[in-house]
């Protein structure tokens, strides 16, 4: 067997391996539904029932009832909403994944069109998809796919192309852009593009190439602006607040695409001094400069810098691998066999995260008590919670604050939001209300949705304007306490228990002695109703450890391990029982145990 039919079986495998891990990332990506997917699926829920976009935003109450409704996004809304209904949460999930295996497809193709061989334009394809994949959301996945196929369509001999493939452009930015606002990322790129890509010495240009830039362009200037609502996006439409990849919560995930970005840098430096890496290099460094340097101030474009670095990695690879030494050159052959072998080892548990689907949602039977007692009104929710409380429980209920609102009523309404989460005090020792409760009696919240042992569940559980109604493994429902709220407080309000406060949930540890029978009253009957509830097992083994009686709170500990294994609380407190009997590892298992729950 000659050597041109050992490299031909030897890509053919390599290209064979990429196809199925990149098909395992993208699979093994699925995980529970974001909680602005869910937002994006109340929203197409409201646009099919009223055949049109609402004139104003009908799922939150902070900002005032006459808050205009934001049509960006509003065709993903309605895609997602219709593909749930057909296929449910896991037609979504693999929804994502395809958007995500067609990314990789178009990168790879782009790299054919910038000439790279086929194994570098996979191992490159690759590592995007598997760098981007981690921290892109179910709404982002299309826009990610989208833009690997503009690359694609703009790539390869520039005239040809230009009259060629780039036509189709400004008919997938009308797409993207009614999907996701983040199309608008093409119009700079395409018209640095065809401003600064020189065509080749056998293309015929056109009599007027000026003319021939500017139409396409204009044309493709014009779809991204189709829709009545998005000629004003740049100005009022788009949130252009930075979060940068450099901020302590941003760098742990953006580090990898960072690290891509600067061995971009480093190739496309190494072969601008080769003959052949001289091709298209304005164009690649003016693309750099907006893509590149645009990735690292600005979180929410790094994904893209890094899709587009891809493909010119494999290529200028590629260049500097063809003029180094005969002896250096062979050994590449060495570098592709340990990549390959990298991707074998890899590919079983790739493999098993695909089996494993999506995971299934967290049971809040808070929003099941909100349905069954016909509640409605003014919500206020934790942030990850609004969208999935509006996919469940509206038109019922609205949301203080949520991502799909108007940019400037959601700035406004998401710093009021933490302050009250923050449960923050009143400026003054004066005896009127604290500022949160300003802001909640201001924008007329009845009811509450809140994280168990959250500061403002903490404060709640012990505020006389509040009285817990329902609560559960994850959350509290409080309602305000006033007439319309009269029933609900006297039937479902625990006497004894404070449930939003886990440290302290019978209350002052001074006067708890005497709120026991009212705590085992609250527990027996709610026990009854849910006994496989993790915190009602850790609420009775606090009350065990109240009466000096260890054992007893230890064995409805491992109850509520068996009942909710993903309840941080009673492995912190079981922790704490080891220890106190002496068994430092066991102690030592149960918080690192509580600490990995915690971290997700």
Request: proline letters at 6%.
């Amino acid at each position: 067997m000659n050597s041109s039919a050992l490299k031909l079986i030897f890509n053919g495998v390599g290209l064979g391996l990429a196809l199925v891990l990149a098909l395992g990332l993208s699979l093994s990506q699925k995980g529970a539904v974001e909680d602005g997917l869910y937002r994006h699926l109340a929203t197409g829920r409201a646009i099919a029932a009223q055949g049109n976009l609402p004139k104003t935003d009908e799922f939150s109450f902070s900002q005032g009832p006459d808050l205009p409704f934001n049509r960006e996004g509003w065709a993903l809304s309605l895609a997602a909403f219709q593909i749930e209904r057909l296929g449910g949460l896991k037609a979504l999930a693999l929804t994502r994944a395809a958007a995500l295996f067609l990314c990789f497809a178009f990168l790879v193709a782009g790299g054919f069109r910038r000439q790279a061989r086929p194994f570098s334009s996979c191992v490159f394809a690759l590592a995007a998809l598997a760098l981007v994949s981690r921290g892109a959301s179910s709404p982002q996945a299309p826009g990610l796919a989208l833009f690997a196929a503009c690359l694609y369509l703009m790539e390869g001999p520039f005239w040809a192309s230009f009259f060629g493939r780039w036509v189709w452009l400004p008919l997938l930015g009308a797409l993207w852009v009614n999907l996701d606002a983040g199309a608008l990322i093409v119009l700079p790129l395409a018209w640095i593009w065809a401003f600064s890509d020189k065509a080749g010495p056998e293309e015929q240009a056109p009599e007027f190439p000026l003319v021939s830039r500017l139409s396409v362009l204009g044309l493709l200037s014009a779809s991204l602006f189709l829709h009545p609502a998005l000629w004003r996006l740049p100005f009022t439409g788009l949130d252009w607040s930075f979060s940068s990849p450099f901020s302590a919560e941003n760098f742990m995930q953006s580090q990898g695409m960072l690290a891509m970005l600067a061995l971009a840098f480093l190739l496309l430096v190494a072969s601008s001094w080769l003959p052949g890496g001289r091709r298209h290099l304005g164009r690649d460094a003016w693309l750099f400069v907006f893509l590149g340097l645009g990735g690292l101030v600005w979180k929410a474009m790094l994904p893209y810098a890094a899709i587009w670095a891809a493909p010119l990695m494999a290529a200028r690879a590629d260049s500097l691998v063809d003029a180094l030494p005969g002896p250096l050159k062979t050994g590449r052959w060495l570098l592709k066999a340990g990549l390959l072998g990298l991707g074998v080892w890899s590919l079983p548990p790739l493999l098993a995260g695909a089996a494993r689907g999506t995971a299934p949602m967290p049971r809040m039977q808070t929003f099941g008590f909100f349905k069954e007692q016909l509640l409605d009104g003014a919500l206020f929710t934790e942030s990850n919670f609004a969208g999935r409380a509006l996919w469940e429980l509206s038109p019922s209920a609205r949301v203080f604050a949520h991502d799909g609102m108007v940019p400037a009523a959601r700035k406004k309404a998401e710093f009021e939001q933490a302050r009250v989460l923050a449960a923050e005090p009143a400026v003054s020792d004066s005896a009127g209300p604290a500022a949160w409760e300003k802001i909640l009696q201001r924008s007329q919240a009845d009811l509450a949705l809140l994280r168990l042992n959250s500061p403002l569940a903490k404060v709640m559980a012990r505020s006389a304007a509040w009285q817990p109604v329902d609560f559960d493994d994850r959350s509290v429902l409080y309602a305000r306490v006033e007439e319309g709220h009269a029933a609900l407080i006297k039937t479902f309000a625990p006497r004894g228990l404070l449930p939003g406060d886990l440290d302290e949930p019978f209350g002052d540890p001074l006067f708890a002695a005497s709120r026991l029978p009212q705590v085992e009253a609250d527990l027996e009957s709610r026990l009854v109703q849910h006994p496989d509830s993790g915190v009602l097992c850790y609420f009775e083994a606090m009350l065990w450890k109240q009466k000096d009686k260890p054992v007893l709170a230890r064995q409805w500990l491992e109850k509520g391990v068996r009942a909710d294994p993903d309840f941080a609380p009673n492995y912190r407190l079981l922790a704490a029982l080891r220890l106190q009997a002496g068994d430092k590892e066991a102690a030592q298992a149960f918080l690192e145990r509580a600490a990995a729950l915690e971290a997700q």
